[in-house]
Protein backbone atom coordinates (compact mmCIF):
# COMPACT_ATOMS: atom_id res chain seq x y z
CA UNK A 1 0.00 0.00 0.00
CA UNK A 2 1.19 3.63 -0.78
CA UNK A 3 2.00 5.14 3.07
CA UNK A 4 1.58 9.01 2.77
CA UNK A 5 3.51 11.07 5.95
CA UNK A 6 2.03 14.69 6.64
CA UNK A 7 4.31 16.68 8.80
CA UNK A 8 3.97 18.61 10.73
CA UNK A 9 0.81 16.68 12.49
CA UNK A 10 -0.14 19.81 14.27
CA UNK A 11 0.60 23.45 13.25
CA UNK A 12 -0.31 26.37 15.91
CA UNK A 13 -0.82 29.48 12.82
CA UNK A 14 -1.59 32.95 14.05
CA UNK A 15 -4.14 34.80 11.97
CA UNK A 16 -2.73 36.26 9.11
CA UNK A 17 0.13 34.36 8.72
CA UNK A 18 0.74 31.37 6.61
CA UNK A 19 0.78 27.61 6.86
CA UNK A 20 2.38 25.10 4.75
CA UNK A 21 1.35 21.02 5.16
CA UNK A 22 3.61 18.45 3.47
CA UNK A 23 2.61 14.89 2.25
CA UNK A 24 5.44 12.47 1.75
CA UNK A 25 4.24 9.22 -0.39
CA UNK A 26 6.25 6.24 -0.37
CA UNK A 27 6.03 5.78 -4.04
CA UNK A 28 5.31 7.43 -7.30
CA UNK A 29 1.73 8.78 -7.55
CA UNK A 30 1.96 9.02 -11.56
CA UNK A 31 -0.92 7.31 -12.72
CA UNK A 32 -0.67 5.48 -16.19
CA UNK A 33 -2.78 8.23 -17.75
CA UNK A 34 0.03 10.45 -16.45
CA UNK A 35 -1.72 12.28 -14.50
CA UNK A 36 -0.90 12.46 -10.24
CA UNK A 37 -4.09 11.70 -8.18
CA UNK A 38 -3.21 13.14 -5.18
CA UNK A 39 -5.77 15.86 -2.86
CA UNK A 40 -5.92 17.58 -0.36
CA UNK A 41 -8.98 17.61 2.06
CA UNK A 42 -10.43 19.88 4.81
CA UNK A 43 -12.47 18.41 7.78
CA UNK A 44 -13.92 20.84 10.69
CA UNK A 45 -14.96 19.96 13.82
CA UNK A 46 -18.05 17.92 13.96
CA UNK A 47 -18.21 17.97 9.66
CA UNK A 48 -17.56 15.59 6.95
CA UNK A 49 -14.47 16.23 4.89
CA UNK A 50 -14.81 18.65 2.14
CA UNK A 51 -12.45 18.34 -0.73
CA UNK A 52 -10.20 21.33 -1.30
CA UNK A 53 -7.34 20.07 -4.07
CA UNK A 54 -7.33 17.46 -6.81
CA UNK A 55 -4.72 16.34 -8.82
CA UNK A 56 -1.85 18.05 -6.96
CA UNK A 57 -2.88 22.04 -7.52
CA UNK A 58 -6.09 22.25 -9.07
CA UNK A 59 -8.62 24.10 -6.34
CA UNK A 60 -12.74 22.80 -6.23
CA UNK A 61 -14.93 24.99 -6.89
CA UNK A 62 -16.02 27.51 -3.59
CA UNK A 63 -12.63 26.81 -2.33
CA UNK A 64 -10.55 30.21 -1.32
CA UNK A 65 -7.54 30.93 -3.29
CA UNK A 66 -5.44 31.28 -0.20
CA UNK A 67 -5.27 27.47 -0.39
CA UNK A 68 -3.19 26.53 -3.14
CA UNK A 69 -1.36 22.33 -3.51
CA UNK A 70 1.99 21.65 -5.19
CA UNK A 71 4.64 19.28 -5.43
CA UNK A 72 5.44 16.59 -8.17
CA UNK A 73 7.10 13.18 -7.71
CA UNK A 74 6.41 12.03 -3.93
CA UNK A 75 6.68 15.55 -2.26
CA UNK A 76 3.57 17.49 -2.31
CA UNK A 77 2.60 20.38 -0.03
CA UNK A 78 -0.82 22.21 0.98
CA UNK A 79 -0.34 26.18 1.12
CA UNK A 80 -2.99 28.82 3.31
CA UNK A 81 -1.80 32.46 2.36
CA UNK A 82 -3.08 33.97 5.12
CA UNK A 83 -4.95 31.95 7.96
CA UNK A 84 -8.21 32.89 8.38
CA UNK A 85 -10.17 31.68 11.93
CA UNK A 86 -12.46 29.15 9.89
CA UNK A 87 -9.24 27.43 8.61
CA UNK A 88 -9.03 25.99 12.02
CA UNK A 89 -9.38 22.25 11.01
CA UNK A 90 -7.80 19.16 10.22
CA UNK A 91 -6.21 18.89 6.78
CA UNK A 92 -5.44 15.49 5.05
CA UNK A 93 -4.06 14.42 1.69
CA UNK A 94 -5.06 11.49 -0.41
CA UNK A 95 -3.82 9.77 -3.13
CA UNK A 96 -6.04 7.63 -5.62
CA UNK A 97 -3.81 6.56 -8.32
CA UNK A 98 -3.07 3.13 -6.47
CA UNK A 99 -5.35 0.92 -5.07
CA UNK A 100 -5.96 1.11 -1.96
CA UNK A 101 -6.61 4.17 -1.93
CA UNK A 102 -4.84 5.88 0.98
CA UNK A 103 -4.91 9.12 3.34
CA UNK A 104 -1.98 10.87 5.66
CA UNK A 105 -2.41 10.72 9.17
CA UNK A 106 -4.07 14.25 9.03
CA UNK A 107 -2.38 17.44 10.38
CA UNK A 108 -4.70 19.75 12.68
CA UNK A 109 -4.14 23.68 12.24
CA UNK A 110 -4.82 25.57 15.52
CA UNK A 111 -5.25 29.60 15.53
CA UNK A 112 -2.77 30.95 18.15
CA UNK B 1 -27.22 20.53 -5.53
CA UNK B 2 -25.17 17.34 -4.92
CA UNK B 3 -26.32 15.46 -2.15
CA UNK B 4 -25.58 12.21 -0.57
CA UNK B 5 -27.44 10.99 2.97
CA UNK B 6 -26.61 7.66 4.60
CA UNK B 7 -28.99 5.97 6.50
CA UNK B 8 -28.89 2.56 8.20
CA UNK B 9 -26.25 2.84 10.82
CA UNK B 10 -26.80 1.45 14.24
CA UNK B 11 -25.43 -0.44 17.32
CA UNK B 12 -24.96 -3.99 16.22
CA UNK B 13 -23.03 -6.67 18.27
CA UNK B 14 -19.91 -8.26 16.86
CA UNK B 15 -20.68 -11.10 14.51
CA UNK B 16 -23.80 -8.97 13.45
CA UNK B 17 -25.09 -7.29 10.16
CA UNK B 18 -25.90 -4.09 8.96
CA UNK B 19 -27.48 -2.78 5.36
CA UNK B 20 -25.80 0.79 4.78
CA UNK B 21 -27.64 3.02 2.46
CA UNK B 22 -27.10 6.20 0.37
CA UNK B 23 -29.81 8.43 -1.26
CA UNK B 24 -27.61 10.13 -4.45
CA UNK B 25 -29.53 13.10 -6.30
CA UNK B 26 -28.11 16.18 -7.76
CA UNK B 27 -25.54 14.46 -10.26
CA UNK B 28 -25.25 12.00 -13.07
CA UNK B 29 -25.04 9.08 -10.39
CA UNK B 30 -24.79 6.63 -13.56
CA UNK B 31 -21.80 7.86 -14.20
CA UNK B 32 -19.97 8.34 -11.14
CA UNK B 33 -17.48 6.12 -9.28
CA UNK B 34 -19.27 5.66 -5.84
CA UNK B 35 -17.12 4.54 -2.24
CA UNK B 36 -17.74 3.90 1.14
CA UNK B 37 -15.02 5.94 3.28
CA UNK B 38 -14.68 5.05 7.37
CA UNK B 39 -13.57 6.92 9.69
CA UNK B 40 -13.44 5.57 13.69
CA UNK B 41 -14.22 8.12 16.41
CA UNK B 42 -11.33 10.75 16.98
CA UNK B 43 -8.85 9.15 14.17
CA UNK B 44 -8.41 9.22 10.45
CA UNK B 45 -9.82 8.12 7.24
CA UNK B 46 -9.44 4.93 5.46
CA UNK B 47 -11.00 4.21 1.99
CA UNK B 48 -13.09 1.03 2.58
CA UNK B 49 -14.50 0.11 -1.15
CA UNK B 50 -15.81 1.40 -4.62
CA UNK B 51 -17.52 0.38 -7.55
CA UNK B 52 -17.50 1.80 -11.00
CA UNK B 53 -20.25 3.22 -12.68
CA UNK B 54 -21.66 -0.35 -14.10
CA UNK B 55 -20.03 -2.09 -11.13
CA UNK B 56 -18.14 -4.43 -12.72
CA UNK B 57 -15.09 -3.38 -10.70
CA UNK B 58 -15.32 -3.13 -6.50
CA UNK B 59 -11.99 -3.38 -5.13
CA UNK B 60 -11.86 -3.98 -1.33
CA UNK B 61 -9.96 -3.24 1.33
CA UNK B 62 -8.53 -6.35 2.67
CA UNK B 63 -9.59 -5.93 6.01
CA UNK B 64 -13.36 -5.91 4.70
CA UNK B 65 -12.79 -8.86 2.29
CA UNK B 66 -15.23 -11.65 2.29
CA UNK B 67 -17.18 -9.74 5.15
CA UNK B 68 -18.52 -6.29 3.10
CA UNK B 69 -20.53 -6.55 0.11
CA UNK B 70 -20.68 -3.02 -2.35
CA UNK B 71 -23.61 -2.50 -4.75
CA UNK B 72 -25.56 -0.30 -6.31
CA UNK B 73 -29.11 0.31 -7.73
CA UNK B 74 -28.71 2.64 -10.81
CA UNK B 75 -32.45 3.30 -10.89
CA UNK B 76 -33.03 4.28 -7.33
CA UNK B 77 -29.71 6.59 -7.41
CA UNK B 78 -28.70 4.32 -4.03
CA UNK B 79 -25.14 2.74 -3.01
CA UNK B 80 -25.25 0.12 -0.75
CA UNK B 81 -22.59 -1.72 1.20
CA UNK B 82 -23.62 -5.28 3.13
CA UNK B 83 -21.68 -5.62 6.44
CA UNK B 84 -21.80 -9.18 7.63
CA UNK B 85 -19.22 -10.58 10.37
CA UNK B 86 -19.14 -7.31 11.81
CA UNK B 87 -16.31 -6.67 14.23
CA UNK B 88 -15.55 -4.29 16.64
CA UNK B 89 -12.66 -2.95 14.94
CA UNK B 90 -15.40 -2.32 12.08
CA UNK B 91 -16.86 0.98 14.57
CA UNK B 92 -16.70 3.66 13.21
CA UNK B 93 -18.56 6.84 10.82
CA UNK B 94 -19.05 5.54 7.42
CA UNK B 95 -19.29 7.99 4.57
CA UNK B 96 -20.70 8.00 0.96
CA UNK B 97 -18.41 9.39 -1.50
CA UNK B 98 -19.04 10.58 -5.18
CA UNK B 99 -15.65 9.98 -7.25
CA UNK B 100 -12.69 10.71 -5.77
CA UNK B 101 -13.91 12.47 -2.98
CA UNK B 102 -15.52 15.19 -4.94
CA UNK B 103 -18.67 15.00 -2.69
CA UNK B 104 -19.27 13.74 0.79
CA UNK B 105 -22.22 12.57 2.42
CA UNK B 106 -22.81 13.23 6.43
CA UNK B 107 -21.58 10.25 7.58
CA UNK B 108 -23.63 7.36 9.58
CA UNK B 109 -22.53 6.02 12.52
CA UNK B 110 -21.95 1.95 13.07
CA UNK B 111 -20.89 0.82 16.36
CA UNK B 112 -19.93 -2.74 16.90
CA UNK B 113 -20.28 -3.90 20.41
CA UNK B 114 -21.37 -6.48 22.79
Known amino acids: DVVLVQSPLSLPVTLGQPASISCRAS???????????LSWFQQRPGQSPRRLIYKVYNRDSGVPDRFSGGGSGTDFTLQISRVEAEDAAVYYC?????????FGQGTKVEIK | EVQLVESGGGLVQPGGSLRLSCAASGFAFSNSWMSWVRQPPGKGLEWVAMMNPDGSEKPQIDSVKGRFTISRDTARNSLNLQMDSLRVEDTAVYYC???????WGQGTLVIVSS
Open chain 1, 94 to 102: MQHSHWPHT
Open chain 2, 97 to 103: VRDGGRS
Open chain 1, 27 to 37: QSLTYSDGNIY
